[in-house]
């Protein structure tokens, strides 16, 4: 029996679901944006995040969610007014970030 294994963050009225191969899948409520599909409508059954990195990692709060991808990129979704933002770690910077 092949045994498949998931990650699963929840937030108040939303979930994240991180796969095996660091595919991450969100549904629930959407009214900050924080299911990080670029809108506000809310989702019954899981959807894909389109991420174009692997991701390792996954976490939410109340209205926002966080997704850490191998190279040490955050993405903050929700409470940004709908935003995906992206901060990394600059090389030599000790330990500042950046966002784009």
């Given amino acids: 029996m ?19 191969s660091g595919q991450v899948y969100s549904w629930g409520i959407n009214c900050d944006g924080q299911l990080g599909h670029g809108h506000k409508s809310d989702i019954k059954i899981p959807k894909e995040i389109e991420v174009d990195w692997k991701v390792a990692d996954i976490a939410c709060g109340d209205a926002h969610s966080v997704v850490l991808t191998g190279i040490r990129l955050f993405l903050l979704i929700g409470r940004q007014r709908g935003r995906l933002r992206f901060w990394q770690r600059e090389a030599g910077s000790n330990g500042q970030r950046r966002a784009r």
Wanted: no cysteine; net charge neutral; glycine share 6%.
């Fill in 2 to 20: 092949k045994v498949i294994n998931w990650q699963v963050a929840t937030g108040e009225n939303f979930s994240l679901a991180l796969s095996q």
